[in-house]
């Protein structure tokens, strides 16, 4: 089955050690994000990218940057992780048009990979 | 800009009665609109979705919503509780731009089901 892929499922660090976290998709979707859910919050989206642009939510700390080295994969890198860093992430992906305009299609989300910093 | 409040923090029902889990949105033009499951530990699976085509939405597991313009809400809706409905649920609304959709969460509603 076609799907969103993360690894590891749950993730331990120490505080200020990098860590980095994956993302894989089979549905070929040229879109694919990522998200921080902390602890009964909504997900909250730190970027995305749109086929090898990178799109950068204005409040997404400098702490946290991504790579996207094809369709397939996709890692967000947390420089030096602290506390309040601890949270669910999740990778999702869609499928859009180029054009302005496009209708906005439905993302899909993988299973998350909780960070916990000690 | 668009957004979404969902009503009900918490809900809590007994197993085989309905469920109601209320959203109000907030759009200038007609939104595309998502219901979301999340259960403990796991990511977001996709419910339903309404772009529009019918305002009377059915999704996944017996559940649907129904899109009312006239009152700006998108309530979900499923006649009997299951046990497994027990999960957090988000309403969504998709600010659609060029190249991407960037979807905006409500606070969720955690639902309960007791036996």
């Known amino acids: 089955d076609a799907m969103v892929i993360q690894n590891p499922r749950y993730q331990v660090t120490q505080f200020g050690k990098p860590v980095t976290l994956s993302c894989s998709q089979t549905?070929?979707?040229?879109?694919m994000y990522w998200y921080q859910q902390k602890s009964s919050q909504a997900p909250k989206l730190l970027f995305h990218y749109y086929d090898k642009d990178f799109n950068n939510e204005a409040d997404t700390p400098d702490n946290f940057q991504s790579r996207r080295p094809n369709t397939s994969f996709c890692f967000l890198d947390i420089r030096s992780p602290g506390l309040g860093d601890a949270a669910m992430y999740l990778c999702?992906?869609?499928?859009?048009?180029?054009?302005?305009?496009?209708?906005?299609?439905?993302?899909?989300f993988g299973p998350g990979t909780r960070l916990t910093v000690l | 800009a668009q957004s979404v409040t969902q009503l009900d923090s918490h809900v809590s029902v007994s197993e085989g009665t309905p469920v109601l889990l209320r959203c109000n949105y907030s759009s200038s033009y007609s939104p595309s609109l998502f219901w979301y499951v999340q259960h403990p530990n796991k990511g977001l699976q996709l419910l339903l979705k309404y772009t529009s085509a019918a305002t009377l939405v059915k999704g996944i597991n017996g559940f649907e919503a129904e899109f009312k313009k006239s009152e700006t809400s998108f309530h979900l809706t499923k006649p009997s509780a299951h046990m497994s409905d027990a999960a957090e649920y988000f309403c969504?609304?998709?600010?659609?731009?060029?190249?991407?959709?960037?979807?905006?969460f409500g606070a969720g509603t955690r639902l309960a089901v007791h036996p």
């Open positions: 999702a992906t869609s499928s859009q048009g180029g054009s302005s305009g496009s209708w906005p299609d439905t993302q899909y």
């Open positions: 549905l070929n979707h040229n879109v």
């Open positions: 969504v609304v998709s600010e659609g731009t060029g190249g991407y959709n960037k979807l905006i």
